[in-house]
C-alpha cells in the first residue's frame, strides 16, 4: 500500500480464521497515530478480555495458526461448494450469485420485486436461516441480496438448505407474478 502521508492503517481479524466467536482483532498503524486510536477503541469498546488475548498470543508464537488453516480451509472450500451445488440445482433459472473466493459468505443478490426482508421472513418458515442484505447496508441504495453464511453448518445441512431457499425463491417469484383480482397481473419493477 501508498500513503502520500505516511498514514496507513492495516485492520484485521482472527475471528474468521480461528473462530467466529473469537472476537479479536488488530492494528497496524503509524505510531504518530496511537493516542487517536487508543482513545477510539477505549470511546467505543468496553475492552478485550486480558486472557483471551493471552491464550490467543500463545496460539501464534506456538505456530498452531498455520496447522489449524491447513484443517479448516479444506472443509470450509467443501462447504462453500456445497452450497453452490445446491443453489445451481434448485434456484430458479438464471439466478447468479458471487462465488467467494475467500471467507465464509457467499452474496446472493436479489431480483427487482423481491426485499430482503420478506425473503428472511418466508424462508424462515421454510426453516431456513438467511441473513437479509438490509442489514449489511449502509447505504439505502445498495444492491438488494442476501448473505448466505456456510460455515457454521455441515454439508448435508447446507444441501438442504439451499433446496429449502431455491424452494423458497420460487414460491416468492410464483406468488409476484400471480394475477392480482381483476385478472391484471402484477409486474416486477
Same mark, same amino acid.
Given at each position: 500500500?501508498?500513503?502520500? *502521508? %505516511?498514514?496507513?492503517?492495516?485492520? %484485521?481479524?482472527?475471528?474468521?480464521?480461528?473462530?467466529?466467536?473469537?472476537?479479536? %482483532?488488530?492494528?497496524?498503524?503509524? +505510531?504518530?497515530?496511537?493516542?487517536?486510536?487508543?482513545?477510539?477503541?477505549?470511546?467505543?469498546?468496553?475492552?478485550?478480555?486480558?486472557?483471551? &488475548?493471552?491464550?490467543?498470543?500463545?496460539? =501464534?508464537?506456538?505456530?498452531? =495458526?498455520?496447522?489449524?488453516?491447513?484443517?479448516?480451509?479444506? $472443509?470450509?472450500?467443501?462447504?462453500?461448494?456445497?452450497?453452490?451445488?445446491?443453489?445451481?440445482?434448485?434456484?430458479?433459472?438464471?439466478? *447468479?450469485?458471487?462465488?467467494?473466493?475467500?471467507?465464509?459468505?457467499?452474496?446472493?443478490?436479489?431480483?427487482?420485486?423481491?426485499?430482503?426482508? %420478506?425473503?428472511?421472513?418466508?424462508?424462515?418458515?421454510?426453516?431456513?436461516?438467511?441473513?437479509?442484505?438490509?442489514?449489511?447496508?449502509?447505504?439505502?441504495?445498495?444492491?438488494?441480496?442476501?448473505?448466505?453464511?456456510?460455515?457454521?453448518?455441515?454439508?448435508?445441512?447446507?444441501?438442504?438448505?439451499?433446496?429449502?431457499?431455491? $424452494?423458497?425463491?420460487?414460491?416468492?417469484?410464483?406468488? &409476484?407474478? +400471480?394475477?392480482?383480482?381483476?385478472?391484471?397481473?402484477? &409486474?416486477?419493477?
Amino acid at each position: 500500500m501508498r500513503s502520500h *502521508t %505516511g498514514h496507513v492503517i492495516y485492520i %484485521g481479524t482472527y475471528s474468521k480464521k480461528l473462530v467466529p466467536a473469537l472476537r479479536i %482483532g488488530f492494528v497496524v498503524y503509524p +505510531r504518530p497515530l496511537r493516542s487517536a486510536l487508543l482513545g477510539i477503541k477505549q470511546a467505543i469498546d468496553l475492552g478485550t478480555s486480558l486472557l483471551t &488475548q493471552h491464550v490467543l498470543a500463545e496460539f =501464534l508464537d506456538r505456530g498452531y =495458526l498455520r496447522a489449524h488453516l491447513n484443517r479448516t480451509l479444506p $472443509e470450509y472450500r467443501a462447504r462453500r461448494d456445497a452450497l453452490e451445488q445446491s443453489l445451481a440445482r434448485h434456484l430458479p433459472s438464471g439466478w *447468479t450469485w458471487r462465488h467467494p473466493e475467500r471467507g465464509v459468505v457467499l452474496w446472493l443478490p436479489l431480483p427487482a420485486g423481491l426485499d430482503s426482508a %420478506g425473503v428472511f421472513d418466508e424462508a424462515q418458515r421454510r426453516g431456513v436461516l438467511v441473513g437479509p442484505g438490509a442489514l449489511y447496508e449502509i447505504e439505502t441504495h445498495s444492491e438488494r441480496g442476501l448473505r448466505l453464511t456456510f460455515c457454521a453448518e455441515p454439508v448435508d445441512r447446507l444441501l438442504l438448505g439451499g433446496r429449502r431457499l431455491g $424452494e423458497t425463491m420460487r414460491a416468492l417469484v410464483k406468488r &409476484q407474478r +400471480r394475477p392480482a383480482a381483476g385478472g391484471v397481473e402484477l &409486474q416486477t419493477v
